[in-house]
C-alpha cells in the first residue's frame, strides 16, 4: 500500500519547526530557505498552510524534464529526482503547480521531498498532528467522519423532534 | 554555525555600523542573549545617565541556540537603562524575530545616539541598514508589520513600537506578530527615544549544526517528553489561563489593586470561555506548547489573552467580562503597550477614585469605577496618547504618584517602580522574596519558584534543586513557610537566566512543572547544535556570573538592599478570602529580612546585597567594565 504525506492545515500552529527538522535532516543544518517543506503563512491574518511536494500522480515536473531525472516510484508513491541525471534547468520548479519543487540557495541544485527514505521528519516532529504519513486508503477518513458527524448531529435533532 | 553569529554596533547619530565576531572567550564566559546583553549594557553605558537620552544603549539579541535545534528556540531579548525603573530594562518575547536575525546572521544588535527622524533598522544577510520610516510613524504594531512586509516581502520578521513606544510611554513593548510582546521595563519607550521604529530581518544563511543527528534524536525525546505532560496539554489547550483557575480557588490572586485576594465570582472569566471565540491555538517558532489564541469578538481579531490579561482587564479592574479582557488585550496589543503594567496603573488609579484621591476633576470626567468596561477600554487608548489622565499614568508608579500626590504612593503595589503581577504573594514567601529582589523590578519570570506552591515532597524538591548544585540547609514543602525558600528564589534565578541565554521559552523548563528542561538539558543542546563543551555545572556558572553582572549594572545605578523589599501592604494588610490556610497572612517582616539576608548570603552579596570582592573574583567579574566587547 502507498503512503502518502497528509496535510491537516487545520491542526498547524503556525510553529515552522517541519522547515527546520527538514533543512537539518537534508543538509546538516538549520535554514528554513533549503528545506523541502515551509510553512507558508499569513502572519498578520492567522493562516498557516505546510506546502510541500504532493508525488503527483501525472507528474508536470516529469513532463517537462529534458533528462528523465525525474521518475515515479510506485511502490513508494514517490516522485524521485537522480541527480547524476540532473542538469540543473530548474523547468520542473517552474512547472510545479504547487511551489514543490525548489532551489537550493547554496549548491543551486534542485531540492524535492524525498520522504526521508520512508520516515519524514516533518511528520515525525509534528506533535499537534498537521502533517501525517499514512496508508493512501486512510487519506480522506478523518474529513469524511468530520462530515459525517455533523450530519449525524443534524438526523439526530430531527429525530428527536 | 551558531558560534560564528555576530554582533553589530548601530550609531544612529552618525549612521555608522561596525559588525564584529563574537570571540569564543567571550562565549564561553557569557554564552549569549540576555546575559551577553548584560555584559554589553555595563561596559556600553555610565552611571547616571538618561535613560530616554542618546547615551543609553539598546540591546537586541538572540541566544545562542536560537534558531537551532533546542525546544522552543524563539526568544528574542531586549536590554537598555530602563526608562520606567532606571534600574536594569530587559525583555524577552516569543515569536518568530530571532531565528530570522539568526538566519542573517547576527546574534546582537547595539544600537546607541538618536536618529534625527524616524528609521527602520533593515538586517539582511550579513548586511545592515539604516533606513527611512517617516511614513510608518503613528501607525500599530500590526500595521507597521503589513506595511514592512508589503515593502519587503511576507517572509521577513519585524519587531516594532506602536504609538505608545512613539508617545515615550515609559512601559512601552517591542511587538513581533500580533501578540508577541516584549514586554515590562520600557523598551518600546527606548527605540522610541531613539526615533526608532522597527528592526526587520530576514535571513537565508546556515546555521551549521555539530552534531545533526544526535541534534535530531536529543531534540525529539525532549519534546516527545514535553509533549506528554499534563502542563504542555492543558497550556495548549488554555495557555496561562489555566493558572487562573488553580490560584483563585485557592486565594492566590491580587484584586480591585491589593484589596482582596481572590475574585468570589470568578465564572465570567474563566478560562474556559475563550473556547466561545477561540479558532484553534498557534506556536512560536519551534515550538509544539502553542499556548495562545486565535479568536475574533465583535470586529476585532487577535491572539492570546494570557493570565495577565485576565488579571489586567478582569479581577484588577473589576471588570468581570470575558469580552472585556478579549478587547484590552488587543487594545494593548495594538498600542504596544505593557499589559501588566497597563493593568496595574489602571487599577491603582481606581482604587485612587475610590478613595478621592483622584477625582472627576483629575479624571477629566472618566468614571473610574470598579468594573467600568467602558472607561477601562478609554482609559487605554488615553495612556497610550498620553491624554489627560492617562499621561500622568504613562509615567508609571514612581512619577505618577509624585504627581498625584497626596498619599497615593501608599496604595500602589510595586517594587523599584515596576508594579506587581497580578497574584498575590501574602501567603508565600518564596515567591514574595522573589518579586521583591527582582533586578528589572517586581518579577514574577525572573525568579518565581512557582512549583513551590505544589506542596511537592522534600525528596522530589531536593532531586529539583539540589542539581546541579546542593544546598546545605532545609527544604520545606509547605508554601506558607519560609526555610528553604531563598535558595529556591536563587536556583530559578540560574535556571531562567540560564534558559535566557540560550534563547528558549521559560515554559520548556523548570517553571510551572518540575518536569521540564533543567541545566542538564541545556548542556547537552549547547553541545548537540554547537559542539561547546560544557557541563550544566559550568552552564550554572555562566548564569550566576550574567546574574550577578545584572545586579551590578542596579549596585552602580545605586540600588541596594532598601529596593528590594515590598510594599508595606504586603507586612500590614492580612488576606480575607480563600482556602482557610491562606486566609490571614501578611509577610512577616522579620522572617522576610531574615530571608533576605540568607538570599544575600548564598550569593555571595553583602548585607546591602552588593556582590563581593570574593564573589566578583571568583566568577571572574573582577575587572569590569572590561571592554571585551
Given amino acids: ?161 | 554555525m551558531a558560534l560564528n553569529r555576530q554582533i553589530a554596533y548601530i550609531n544612529l547619530s552618525t549612521g555608522e555600523i561596525e559588525t564584529k565576531p563574537i570571540p569564543l572567550e567571550v562565549r564561553k564566559k557569557f554564552i549569549g542573549g540576555r546575559g551577553l546583553d548584560m555584559y554589553l549594557l555595563y561596559n556600553h553605558t555610565e552611571a547616571g545617565i538618561d535613560p530616554l537620552g542618546p547615551d543609553n544603549v539598546g540591546i537586541i539579541s538572540a541566544g545562542l541556540l536560537s534558531g537551532t535545534l533546542s525546544s522552543a528556540s524563539a526568544r528574542t531579548h531586549m536590554a537598555a537603562k530602563s526608562p520606567l525603573t532606571g534600574a536594569v530594562g530587559s525583555t524577552n518575547m516569543g515569536g518568530f524575530f530571532a531565528p530570522e536575525m539568526t538566519w542573517a546572521g547576527f546574534h546582537h544588535l547595539l544600537v546607541k545616539g538618536k536618529a534625527e527622524e524616524p528609521v527602520y533598522i533593515w538586517v539582511n544577510d550579513g548586511k545592515i541598514e539604516i533606513r527611512d520610516a517617516s511614513h510608518l510613524w503613528g501607525l500599530s504594531t500590526r500595521e507597521t508589520q503589513n506595511a514592512l512586509k508589503e515593502e519587503l516581502g511576507e517572509e521577513v520578521q519585524v519587531l516594532c513600537i506602536g504609538p505608545a513606544g512613539e508617545n515615550l510611554v515609559r512601559y512601552a513593548n517591542i511587538m513581533n506578530g500580533m501578540k508577541n510582546a516584549g514586554g515590562r521595563s520600557g523598551m518600546g519607550a527606548l527605540l522610541g527615544s531613539k526615533n526608532v521604529k522597527a528592526v526587520v530581518a530576514r535571513g537565508t544563511m546556515d546555521i551549521e549544526i555539530r552534531y545533526p543527528e544526535e541534534a535530531l534524536e536529543y531534540d525529539y525525546e525532549v519534546m516527545k517528553h514535553i509533549s506528554g505532560t499534563k502542563f504542555a496539554q492543558i497550556m495548549g489547550k488554555y495557555g496561562t489561563m489555566f493558572i487562573q483557575s488553580v490560584t483563585n480557588s485557592t486565594g492566590l490572586v491580587r484584586t480591585q489593586n491589593f484589596q482582596h485576594n481572590q475574585l468570589l465570582d470568578a465564572e465570567p472569566v474563566e478560562c474556559e470561555h475563550i473556547e466561545e471565540y477561540s479558532f484553534g491555538t498557534v506556536g512560536c517558532f519551534g515550538c509544539i506548547i502553542h499556548c495562545r489564541h486565535r479568536y475574533i469578538v465583535d470586529d476585532i481579531y487577535d491572539e492570546g489573552p494570557e493570565y495577565t490579561a485576565q488579571g489586567a482587564f478582569g479581577w484588577e479592574v473589576g471588570c468581570n467580562n470575558f469580552e472585556t479582557i478579549l478587547k484590552g488585550n488587543h487594545l494593548v496589543n495594538h498600542y504596544g503597550l505593557d499589559i501588566l503594567e497597563t493593568g496595574s496603573m489602571m487599577a491603582w488609579a481606581m482604587e485612587l477614585y475610590e478613595k478621592g484621591i483622584l477625582t472627576d476633576k483629575d479624571t477629566g470626567g472618566l468614571k473610574l469605577e470598579w468594573g467600568n468596561d467602558e472607561a477601562v477600554l478609554e482609559l487605554i487608548r488615553q495612556i497610550a496618547f498620553r491624554e489627560g489622565i492617562g499621561d500622568v499614568l504613562a509615567e508609571g508608579p514612581l512619577r505618577a504618584a509624585a504627581k498625584i500626590g497626596k498619599d497615593s504612593l501608599k496604595y500602589n503595589i510595586h517594587v523599584k517602580g515596576m508594579s506587581n503581577l497580578h497574584s498575590d504573594e501574602r501567603p508565600t514567601p518564596a515567591l514574595a522574596l522573589g518579586i521583591a529582589t527582582g533586578t528589572r523590578g517586581s518579577d514574577h519570570l525572573r525568579s518565581r519558584a512557582a512549583i513551590d506552591l505544589y506542596h511537592l515532597p522534600v525528596f522530589l524538591l531536593e532531586k529539583v534543586y539540589n542539581n546541579p548544585v546542593k544546598y546545605e540547609g532545609k527544604f520545606t514543602s509547605d508554601y506558607r513557610d519560609y526555610e528553604g525558600k531563598p535558595w529556591e528564589v536563587l536556583w530559578q534565578e540560574m535556571m531562567y537566566m540560564a534558559i535566557d541565554l540560550v534563547g528558549v521559552c521559560k515554559y520548556h523548563c523548570v517553571f510551572l512543572s518540575p518536569n521540564l528542561m533543567n541545566f542538564e538539558h541545556i548542556s547537552k543542546f549547547l553541545y548537540y547544535n554547537t559542539g561547546l563543551e560544557m557541563s550544566p555545572r559550568d552552564v550554572w556558572e555562566v548564569a550566576e556570573r550574567c546574574y550577578n553582572i545584572e545586579r551590578m549594572f542596579n549596585v552602580r545605578e545605586g540600588f541596594g538592599r532598601q529596593d528590594d523589599m515590598l510594599v508595606d501592604r504586603y507586612f500590614d494588610e492580612p488576606t480575607t478570602r480563600g482556602l482557610e490556610i491562606v486566609r490571614g497572612k501578611t509577610i512577616d517582616r522579620e522572617k522576610f529580612n531574615e530571608m533576605l539576608d540568607e538570599y544575600y548570603e548564598l550569593h555571595g552579596w553583602d548585607e546591602n546585597g552588593m556582590p563581593t570582592e570574593e564573589t566578583l573574583e571568583r566568577l571572574g567579574l573582577d575587572k569590569e567594565p572590561s571592554h571585551m566587547l
Fill in chain 1, 1 to 161: 500500500m502507498q503512503k502518502v504525506i497528509l496535510v491537516e492545515h487545520d491542526k498547524c500552529t503556525g510553529c515552522r519547526l517541519c522547515e527546520m527538522v527538514c533543512s537539518v535532516k537534508h543538509e546538516g543544518v538549520s535554514n528554513p530557505s533549503r528545506a523541502r517543506i515551509n510553512v507558508i503563512k499569513w502572519f498578520m491574518e492567522g493562516f498557516d498552510m505546510p506546502m510541500i511536494c504532493q508525488q503527483c500522480m501525472e507528474a508536470p515536473c516529469i513532463a517537462v524534464c529534458p533528462k528523465d531525472a525525474l521518475s515515479r516510484d510506485e511502490e513508494l508513491g514517490l516522485v524521485v529526482l537522480d541527480y547524476d541525471l540532473c542538469i540543473g534547468c530548474k523547468m520542473c520548479v517552474t512547472a510545479c503547480p504547487f511551489g514543490g519543487m525548489g532551489i537550493d540557495t547554496v549548491t543551486n541544485k534542485v531540492i524535492k521531498c524525498d520522504l526521508c527514505e520512508g520516515d519524514p521528519q516533518c511528520v515525525r516532529f509534528c506533535f499537534p498532528g498537521a502533517l501525517q504519513y499514512v496508508d493512501a486508503n486512510v487519506a480522506n477518513l478523518r474529513r469524511k467522519r468530520d462530515a459525517a458527524a455533523k450530519l449525524a448531529e443534524l438526523m439526530s435533532k430531527v429525530v428527536v423532534a
